[in-house]
């Protein structure tokens, strides 16, 4: 495929920005996380791209809209990969990658079902945390069990 | 500690929880005094512990507070479906402080932060007990005549016991050696062995109690409880791996003494109750004074 054809899959846009390197299956919760099913702006998106380094890729274009840092790393959990461009008048003015923050709150639901954030409304918040094997973990600000990659859930 | 509730053991440093201890020796010695007088302790168990109840109401009012609030769930406007946020801001307008017990865990945190009045946590679910902690901590001391350089042998169900967390956890201050007895499907969580292993400690783990005995400066029993098994099969396997008899004690050491958060069922015999090491009746007492010593911290009364 040329680079020409390769870019007409998902239209460009000349103001906004665009989510890059996204693991394919997780392009819809990304959408989610960041609340673009409600934008009123345009949003493209793609799916089982092709990608030299990923394999598959997806990738989000949002027209008129650039993230705040802590906004945008909420995405880290699904898409730590993913690499974000900003565009205005067609030239890229930033470059970022998403980095993992200290605190997450209100996306993620806790695993445990006897916890309050399960049992009455009340939004959840957690801490990141590593265990000794360098694993991500969500420590529960309320009920302190931690929540392992293998189990998160979004609200 | 002025105003702060007390939700996890974690929100205390060594130094305060060393201040609670101080100050519950100081009411042990006297325990009816007035420092409560004028004030309000709202109790809400939205579930029954009679013995955790019972412990707080009688440090209220020996020192002369009162003490509003339910026994259980059932019988308050929760059976209603009230959520616990407008509970707690309704009792707030007629209390100057609020010990509560709830089967759900994160509701002492939560409540916590929608409450104007300073909380204790007398038991969330599975999660915290910091009262008993606090009180495990005291017998301890009070025994062994320092909390520095013991070594502490945890029996019974380490995976679900909450006091075994808390206390775990708290003791990493003070340069425990750790010994963990327990079947091996209910070890303690990496979770709390995190927090002995980043404080540097030595632990050992053991299936069979009989070899560490006679090691050990406390003994601190567990009934493996039914309600926090997910799986009924996983409990009918565990549920009497462990008791321990007089005749067990023989070559142990002086100093021991043999700590339970009670009830007990059958984990301890009773031929244990008479030796002059069993020590969980007078461990119960001392919740008393360990109790005042939070409330009179927490309203800054002393
Ligand atoms: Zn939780």
Redesign the pocket.
């Known amino acids: 495929m040329n680079k020409k054809r390769k870019e007409l899959i998902v239209s460009a846009i000349n103001n906004g920005t665009v989510i890059d390197h996204i693991p394919t299956e997780s392009v819809f919760q990304v959408i989610r996380i960041l609340g673009l099913d409600k934008t009123k702006n345009q949003v493209y998106f793609g799916t089982n791209l092709d990608s030299k380094k990923y394999g598959l890729k997806g990738i989000i274009k949002i027209s008129d809209t650039y993230f705040a840092n802590e906004e945008i790393n909420k995405i880290a959990l699904v898409a730590p990969s993913a690499t974000l461009i900003e565009i205005k008048d067609f030239e890229v003015v930033r470059k970022a990658n998403v980095t993992i923050p200290d605190n997450i709150e209100k996306i993620v639901k806790?695993f445990?079902p006897n916890?309050?954030?399960?049992k009455q409304e009340v939004p959840?918040r957690f801490s990141v945390i590593y265990d000794e094997n360098g694993n991500l973990k969500l420590a529960?600000h309320?009920?302190e069990?931690n929540t392992s990659k293998e189990n998160l859930t979004f609200v | 500690m002025k105003n702060r509730s007390l939700v996890s053991i974690n929100d205390y440093s060594k130094e305060e929880i060393i201040k609670i201890l101080d100050l519950a020796e100081e009411f042990e010695k006297n325990p009816r005094q007035e420092t409560l007088k004028g004030k309000v302790i709202a109790s809400l168990f939205f579930e029954p512990s009679t013995r955790t109840r019972l412990s707080f109401e009688s440090a209220v009012q020996q020192l002369s507070g009162s003490i509003i609030g339910f026994a259980s769930a059932d019988t308050s406007s929760v059976s209603k479906g009230e959520s616990l946020k407008d509970t707690i801001l309704t009792v707030s307008n007629y209390s100057d402080l609020i010990v509560m017990r709830h089967p759900v865990?994160?509701s002492a945190r939560y409540a916590s932060e929608v409450s104007p009045v300073p909380i204790i946590n007398a038991g969330d679910g599975a999660n915290q007990h910091p009262t008993q902690c606090l009180l495990d901590l005291y017998s301890i001391r009070k025994t062994q005549g320092t909390l520095d350089n013991l070594d502490i042998t945890f029996v019974g169900d380490l995976k679900y016991g909450r006091t075994v967390h808390s206390l775990a956890i708290a003791l990493c201050h003070f340069n425990t050696r750790f010994h963990l007895v327990s079947p091996v499907e209910l070890k303690l969580p990496s979770a709390v062995k995190r927090h002995i292993k980043e404080a540097k400690l030595q632990y050992e783990q053991y299936t069979s109690l009989n070899e560490v005995i006679d090691a050990s400066d406390i003994i601190y029993m567990t009934r493996i409880q039914r309600e926090r098994f997910p799986d009924p099969l996983e409990y009918e396997k565990v549920k009497n791996v462990y008791n321990l008899n007089n005749s067990m004690l023989s070559g142990s050491k002086d100093n021991l003494r043999i700590l339970h958060p009670l009830p007990r069922v059958n984990e301890i015999s009773i031929d244990v109750d008479t030796n002059a090491k069993a020590y969980y009746f007078e461990q119960a007492l001392n919740g008393v004074y360990v109790r005042q010593a939070i409330l009179a911290s927490i309203l800054a009364l002393k």
């Open positions: 806790c445990n916890c309050i954030t399960n959840t529960c309320y009920c069990k | 865990e994160g």
